[in-house]
């Protein structure tokens, strides 16, 4: 088994000797592909010549990680990795930059764990074509002003890769969406509501990405005026 919660308990008295717990080790498969950035553009690497890292998480029947179902891999100077050897079963695999740049990411270009999408490998055979297009990671700035008779108004610029960002950003109080607005060419928006209940409360500027960028959240508190 690979499961530790499923291994047979071997018990031992002082000083025993236990022989004959053969074991067959199965030849192992991989999991393979190719990390690029935004347009398939090679990824940079930090001041180590480090490109990134791609890591592969073994599951249960439930679809729970595995305690030593754990493996890693370098991603190389042209973007290839492969991640060996792994056993038989169904997996989910994360993939890292290293360049403060981009995004990381699960595949199949999910966001979270939960959302995603399963590799299954059949050893001894490997699986190819695991490939990832990572997207720039988004900085969200937000500059709240509460204004009289309940109004709030939210000053938003987001960028990515250094540059001014493009899409459309929305402002939520907790799970209810208020109000969503197109960024200019520099980045930026004026996002005004009202109507808001009194007192202090959370809210989420959500940018929703775009082709090139990945969605990023900012949260801030504002009390709001009568």
Known sequence: TRDIEEAAIVTLADAERRENLDVELELGGW?????????????????????????????????????????????????????GPLGTGTHKVEFYSFDNVHESEFWDNKRTWKSANTVDVVAPVGTTDVNATLEYAAKVSVKPKAKKKRKVDFSVTVKANKKAASGKVAVYRGNKKIKTVKLNKKGKATIKISKQPKGKHTYEVRYLGSTKAAPSTKRVKVTTKK
């Open 31 to 83: 999991i393979e592909g190719k990390v690029t950035g935004v347009g398939g553009k090679k990824l940079k690497a930090d001041r180590d010549g480090d490109i990134g890292l791609v890591e592969v998480y073994a599951l249960d029947a439930k679809g729970n990680e595995l305690e030593w179902g754990y493996a890693i891999a370098d991603i190389q100077a042209d973007g290839t990795y492969r991640v």
